[in-house]
Nanobody
């Protein structure tokens, strides 16, 4: 049974930091690109970051570049999102997703375009 289980979400003040984790099981983690995607209240999905199978390549949305860092531990089948300098506009449900190939984000993409999708962890940033 495939599972992606996110954790680490919390309520923080603007300027604060959080580290999200996503524990994967039921598939060969190291063969998949991993993604963080968020959804703010009342809005569509918004891609945040991607990391290659071995972690050698990372990509970030302009809105988080320089503030967020994606990483992965293939020994423990976990992907992380270190978030610093948090802003109220970062408030969202954060999902991790997996795909066997690199998917370039396009507005309007849906969760079912990824091979696997987690249940999400809530991040709330207050001003």
């Amino acid at each position: 049974q495939v599972q992606l289980v996110e954790s680490g979400g919390d309520s923080v003040q603007a300027g604060g930091s959080l580290r999200l984790s996503c524990a994967a099981s039921g598939f060969t983690f190291s063969r998949y690109w991993m993604y963080w995607i968020r959804q703010a209240p009342g809005k569509g999905l918004d891609w945040v970051s991607s990391i290659s199978r071995l972690g050698s390549s990372t990509v970030y949305a302009d809105s988080v570049k320089g503030r967020f860092t994606i990483s992965r531990d293939n020994t423990n089948n976990t992907v992380y999102l270190q978030m610093s300098g948090l802003k109220p506009e970062d408030t969202a449900m954060y999902y991790c997703a997996a795909h066997s190939e690199y998917i370039r984000w396009e507005p309007g993409m849906r969760s079912n375009e990824y091979n696997y999708w987690g249940q999400g962890t809530q991040v709330t940033v207050s001003s």
